[in-house]
């Protein structure tokens, strides 16, 4: 199983961005998607999180409104639209199997992480 984060760099506050995973070598349509992130000296922080179909969404509050998590089955990739983005948002973002509201890596699989960093 693989995945493989892209999309990050460097953005202005109030800047925007998008993420991208692809994932291979597990049945896509069939695992739950979260994206987690880490700040610098900080702990794993979930972000968001969708559902098998797409349609059903999760988002921590410090990025509900924000952010827009979003899926495509058939292209087998998880999306994470990052818009408003401020100088918290700050960190390495990892993509993950399953629901990871308490980020674990046990029993699951986890990217390498792209970093984002919000500065002017």
């Known amino acids: 199983v693989q995945l493989a984060e892209s999309g990050g760099g460097l953005v202005q506050p109030g800047g925007s961005v998008r993420l991208s995973c692809a994932v291979s070598?597990?049945?896509?349509?069939?695992?739950?998607m979260s994206w987690v992130r880490q700040a610098p000296g900080k702990g794993l922080e979930w972000v968001s999180s969708?559902?098998?179909?797409?349609?059903?969404?999760q988002y921590s509050d410090s990025v509900k409104g924000r952010f827009t998590i979003s899926r495509d089955n058939a292209k087998n990739m998880v999306y994470l639209q990052m818009n408003s983005l401020k100088s918290e948002d700050t960190a390495l973002y990892y993509c993950?199997?399953?629901?990871?509201?308490?980020?674990?890596?046990?029993?699951?699989?986890w990217g390498l992480g792209t970093q984002v960093t919000v500065s002017s």
């Open positions: 993950a199997t399953g629901f990871q509201y308490r980020p674990s890596r046990d029993q699951a699989y």
């Open positions: 969708v559902w098998r179909g797409g349609t059903n969404t």
């Open positions: 070598g597990l049945t896509f349509s069939d695992v739950v």
